[in-house]
């Protein structure tokens, strides 16, 4: 079945560094979703990306979607203690019936 | 204000006993699902739903039940709950017509059995 890997796991950032997140799906993408977690919360979706090669910023925030619509990823510029949590990316199949969630990236920022 | 209700947040049980969890949702959604997360996992969904009296199996439908008997309520049934169904589970809704729309999940429910 489908496949959505996440790396890395977890990063530590000094407030003020970048942080990116890298997804990469074992089959193509009719579009590619991302979700935020804080602790102890509930996931909210933060984006979709539908077209190959497709860049989307929010505020600091910046998503991209591959040439190939397998792989995705998300940039952090200059983080900041409120950007703490767990980032998921998530892609549909079963004809966009269901959705297969990478295992999340977890942000942790230094003060 | 648009949500997604779970009942209970908090739950211990022992293996064995029946329990069910409740989700609402007030936003008119066709669609709605049900999500573990596990460390390490993410989260993997056991059913969905894409309309009333519409169910089908996620990933991990093993120990699980639902039924959709409204539009607004997708309980999620652990007929004999083992340990292995520790785990955080979330209910998540969304309009149908594609694979694009948002889905809004609710706050999550902890369920531990021992």
């Known amino acids: 079945g489908q496949q959505v890997m996440q790396i890395p796991q977890y990063q530590h950032v000094q407030e003020g560094e970048d942080f990116t997140t890298y997804c990469n799906s074992s089959t193509t993408l009719s579009n590619i979703q991302w979700y935020k977690q804080r602790p102890g919360g509930h996931p909210v979706f933060l984006i979709q990306?539908?077209?190959?090669?497709e860049v989307k910023k929010q505020k600091r925030l910046t998503f991209q979607f591959g040439e190939a619509k397998k792989n995705s990823s998300l940039h952090i510029t200059a983080t900041q203690t409120t950007d703490v949590g767990t980032y998921f990316c998530a892609g549909p199949h079963n004809a966009g019936n269901m959705l297969t969630f990478g295992g999340g990236t977890r942000l942790m920022v230094k003060p | 204000e648009a949500q997604v209700t779970q009942n209970p947040r908090y739950l211990i049980t022992v293996t064995g006993k029946k329990l069910t969890v409740t989700c609402s949702q007030n936003?008119?959604?066709?669609?709605m699902s049900w999500y573990r997360q596990d460390p390490g996992l993410g989260l993997r969904q056991i059913y969905y739903?894409?309309?009333?009296?519409?169910?089908d199996k996620g990933d991990v439908p093993e120990g699980y039940k639902v039924s959709r008997k409204e539009k607004r309520n997708f309980p999620l049934i652990l007929e004999s709950p083992s340990p292995n169904q520790t785990s955080l589970y979330f209910c998540a809704s969304r309009l149908t017509g594609g694979d694009g729309n948002t889905i809004y999940f609710g706050e999550g429910s902890w369920l531990t059995v021992v």
């Open positions: 739903s894409m309309n009333v009296e519409v169910t």
């Open positions: 990306l539908v077209k190959s090669g």
């Open positions: 936003m008119n959604h066709e669609y």
